[in-house]
């Protein structure tokens, strides 16, 4: 569908999973192909899936707490420059003071301490690392993560 | 969770077979190789050729194994196709594990 929003055009489409990581992998696949489609490079392309991909992930985890039966719905938005990826749950929000901190300071590691590296914790700093900004709002008992990378225009 | 394994030398060398490692199938992932060590193979050669998509929880599922298999000298990943490789770098895995190209050096490496 293209849009007219504020005499900017959009392209929108909206992808809806049930809260199973079993289904995750439908919509990497179809972001990496939507991403590629535009066309981004095969890297940033997966890159952007691997974000997206820990957004879900992070909502049939922690809002869902890993329960069956509800829905992640993924909205992705195309502009002339940019990419917006909204990932939405109607489970608990995340603590936005937490959100704050998850800079991508996790990713620096001591590769000579492996009994400190961590084995999880790391699907936010990805996130912060590869977009160019994430923001949380949770309104109306709905959370959403959005997304925002910037491309060629 | 897919893999295939044979022995070179003291080496065993554990090929994935599924595309994606991911959250759905790092538990599984962890528990086959967790078998491998457990059941007496010190010396792991990982080849990840097949592998086109790893996330946080595969990822963490990789250093849960490399922790339980003693560390550096005992486990190497092969083959990682170029985006897995970037993933790798972005999390400054490719610090952690040993890491090369061919498989074949990856067991030259664990069998000095």
Avoid at chain 2, 14 to 29: E, G, M, T, Y
């Amino acid at each position: 569908m293209q849009i007219e929003d504020r005499k900017e055009r959009y392209k929108r489409i909206k992808l809806v999973i049930a809260s199973n990581l079993e289904d995750v992998s439908l919509i990497g696949i179809v972001i990496n192909k939507l991403c590629s489609s535009i066309p981004l490079s095969d890297t940033d392309s997966y890159q952007i899936e691997l974000c997206v991909v820990e957004a879900v992930n992070n909502s049939i985890e922690h809002a869902y707490g890993n329960e069956k039966g509800h829905e992640v719905e993924v909205i992705f938005t195309l502009y002339p420059d940019r990419l917006i990826v909204d990932v939405c749950d109607t489970g608990k929000p995340m603590d936005q003071e937490c959100m704050e901190q998850k800079d991508v300071s996790p990713l620096e590691i001591d590769s000579n301490d492996l009994d400190n590296i961590a084995e999880q914790g790391r699907g936010l700093p990805i996130i912060k690392a590869i977009m160019d900004s994430m923001t949380y709002k949770t309104q109306s008992g709905k959370n959403c993560l959005t997304l925002k990378k910037n491309i060629w225009s | 969770m897919q893999v295939e394994d044979r022995k070179e030398g003291d080496v065993l060398v554990v090929k994935v077979l599924n595309k994606r490692l991911d959250a759905q199938a790092a538990n599984d992932f962890k528990e086959k190789m967790t078998e491998y060590i457990n059941n007496g193979s010190p010396l792991i050669v990982l080849n990840m050729s097949d592998v086109d998509f790893v996330d946080s929880s595969g990822l963490g599922a990789m250093v849960s194994v490399l922790k339980l298999s003693g560390g550096d000298g005992q486990l190497a990943v092969c083959g990682t196709t170029e985006r897995v490789a970037r993933m790798f770098k972005l999390t400054r895995m490719n610090k952690v594990f040993s890491m090369f190209e061919e498989e074949s050096e990856a067991i030259d490496a664990l069998s000095q």
